[in-house]
């Protein structure tokens, strides 16, 4: 497991008994505090994180700025918005963090050309992008919204195998794919997550998805070592660079490591050898002067 490696956790959710929470489908989420993170992620080096709001939590608000305020630097929101929003709470949501709207089309019902239109005015306003959240084999029945959409990302590599020759098309013409929910999926990761990157190297975000609530199997650390495996020297940019240029945060500089094992310079032990003078050079009489034998 690379735990040395610095991560940008790009999709993460907080269930705080704080502040209201409501079933979907019949199910209710046990609580997973900031606390419960840290304590879950003290293994890695986590030097950021995008909070994302889960269908749980509708369009509360309450719960993000405090998770947001708690966290600090470096941590963004992704959120629900209620249709009537004014420009004026978009702009203080964005203030305080938030980055992204999203539309999660698997879970919750929504009104799709509401939802559009609210992104365009966020995008417009303050520079927000979307991140859906839909299984691949409906991505082709959202077209005619995603291409209205100018920023956008994918949740958790599109969630299963039909989708991913249109995934692969959007990556292509730009859209980024968050390398999470591994347990959620139907699909080869290890394969998809190559094509993917083949595709377009910026494309990929790695994220824990944490709690992993209703996942087939939550996050494992060993999902950040087939990441790198698949990868290979990108996997600064999965790990962490792409999602922070994606979430306009400040690249990381990132110093090189010194060579265990540098080049060292002989050491002489002896004086170098010095040209000689032309009048030093020996001088041979004309008897020293032996001709070649006539060959005939």
């Known amino acids: 497991m690379r735990h040395s490696v610095q991560v940008f956790d790009a999709h993460l959710h907080i269930f705080d008994p704080r502040f209201p929470l409501a079933e979907n489908e019949g199910y209710l989420p046990d609580p997973f505090t900031i606390a419960d993170y840290r304590k879950r992620m003290s ?170 609530t209703r996942a087939g199997r939550p996050f494992r650390d060993s999902d950040v070592d087939l990441i790198c495996d698949v990868v290979g020297t990108d996997m600064f940019k999965v790990l962490e660079d792409n999602a922070r240029a994606f979430y306009r945060l400040p690249a990381r500089e990132r110093a090189i490591a010194a060579d265990p094992t540098p080049t060292l310079p002989i050491h002489r032990t002896e004086q170098p050898t010095l040209p000689l003078r032309r009048d030093e050079l020996p001088k041979f009489e004309p008897a020293d002067t032996i001709p070649f034998p006539i060959i005939e």
């Open 43 to 212: 293994r890695f080096d986590v030097g950021g994180g995008a909070v994302v709001s889960g269908s749980f939590q509708g369009t509360d608000q309450t719960y993000l700025k405090a998770a947001l305020a708690e966290l600090g630097e470096g941590w963004v929101g992704v959120t629900a918005l209620d249709p009537d929003a004014t420009d004026e709470e978009i702009i203080e949501l964005d203030q305080i963090g938030v980055r992204a709207l999203r539309f999660n089309v698997k879970r919750a019902a929504a009104d799709i050309t509401a939802m559009t239109l609210q992104a365009l005015r966020a995008h417009d306003l303050v520079g927000w992008h979307v991140e859906v959240y839909i299984d691949g084999n409906m991505l082709t029945s959202m077209q005619p919204v995603i291409s209205k959409l100018p920023v956008f990302s994918i949740d958790h590599l599109g969630m299963s195998e039909e989708g991913l020759p249109y995934l692969l098309d959007l990556v292509d013409r730009g859209a980024r794919v968050k390398a999470t929910g591994f347990g959620r999926v139907h699909m080869k990761v290890a394969d998809t997550l190559r094509r993917i990157h083949a595709v377009n190297p910026e494309a990929l975000m790695f994220g824990t998805d944490l709690p992993g």
